[in-house]
């Protein structure tokens, strides 16, 4: 199978359905970020350190995927075809959160995105989320889009932070405060 389609030479591209729309449009844009977080968290997983966590990561980046299948499609009679968003996410993120807090100490002052490349390329995709969030948010007030992603993305980077602590501490250099 060809890769290149020559379609989207024009600016446009496909959506799940078959219409088509600009490249810089809000719903590519969030999809696109979505994808984009999806490679920066296969990044991360790199790290040997992440090892424990993995399975969490494989989950994760298989709902960013679900997430941006729905983003990718605005034919309701395609729509029913898509794999279900995860209802239970941000709850499971919550829960890994809880997890690894347990091992950190408290949180007293905000941190520096520092310490070893694992923790910075959690940090680096804590900032990605975020950024994929606002691109969704963006999207939901010009049409509304599933709340649960909203939500979910929300919890994502704020684990993609506990991650960053988590690697950090678990490196032996724990957080590196910030000191204005």
């Known amino acids: 199978m060809r890769i290149y389609t020559r379609t989207g030479d024009d600016g446009t591209t496909g959506l799940f359905g078959g219409s088509r729309i ?27 350190s ?14 960013l995927f679900a997430m941006g299948s729905h983003l990718a499609t605005t034919d309701t009679s395609f729509a029913n075809k898509l794999p279900a ?14 997890e690894m807090e347990a091992d950190l100490p408290a949180l007293t002052t905000f941190v520096l ?6 923790a910075v390329d959690a940090h680096v995709a804590r900032t990605v989320c975020r950024r994929a969030e606002r691109r969704c948010v963006a999207l939901n007030r010009a049409e509304s889009i599933d709340p649960l992603m909203l939500r979910q993305l929300n919890r994502l980077s704020d684990a993609l ?20």
């Open 113 to 118: 995105p520092s310490g070893p490349s694992s």
């Open 50 to 63: 992440v090892a424990p966590w993995s399975a969490h990561l494989t989950r994760i980046q298989g709902d």
């Open 22 to 48: 600009g490249k810089d449009d809000l719903r590519i844009e969030a999809y696109g970020t979505l994808d984009e977080l999806n490679a920066v968290l296969g990044r991360l997983g790199t790290h040997h």
């Open 161 to 180: 932070f506990m991650l960053g602590r988590w690697l950090a501490h678990e490196d032996g250099e724990g957080d590196v405060p910030w000191l204005p």
């Open 85 to 98: 968003l995860d209802q239970d996410g941000d709850a499971k993120l919550e829960a890994w959160m809880d």
